[in-house]
């Protein structure tokens, strides 16, 4: 499963766009260190960077969303904490076992499944109403 950005993910908003490169980019290496077999202290400070990097990427997402008063923005941050959640769960099964053949299965399915899902068809929705609605919010 292809787990690079592409550039079909972009949705015109330049801080965002770059949160969601980058979350790839992560979830990218860290998928690789897995397969490479690191250590699991090594993945594990890994995994922990990764948490707190998700914890963080829609912080500009949501305050743009509450700023411009997009209708569907309660629904659309709960999405974003559905997601934190989840991931949240993953590190929590890591500590427990460890790397296994199934963590890079759950890491493609619930981390660039999800996301790619997400930027696709629910981001899509309050870009183009922000473009159309409130274009001095376009940055
Ligand atoms: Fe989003």
Redesign the pocket.
């Known amino acids: 499963m292809e787990t690079r950005w592409s550039r079909n993910y972009e949705l015109g908003f330049s801080a965002i766009d770059r949160q969601h490169r980058e979350l790839f980019e992560n979830v990218d290496s860290f998928i690789q260190a897995i397969i490479d077999e690191k250590e699991d202290e090594e993945l594990a400070s890994l995994f922990t960077f990764l948490e707190s990097y998700v914890k963080n990427s ?1 912080t500009e ?1 949501d305050l743009l969303l509450k700023r411009s008063a997009w209708p569907d923005t309660e629904v ?1 941050i709960a ?2 904490e559905y997601f934190r959640r989840r991931f949240a769960d993953l590190h929590r099964d890591f500590l427990r076992k460890g790397a296994n053949e199934y963590l890079v299965e759950d890491i493609h399915h619930k981390v660039v499944s999800w996301m790619t899902g ?2 696709q068809n ?2 899509k929705l ?1 870009s183009a109403w922000i473009k159309e609605n409130r274009p001095d919010f376009i940055a």
């Open positions: 829609f997402e659309h999405q974003h997400h930027i629910e981001d309050w």
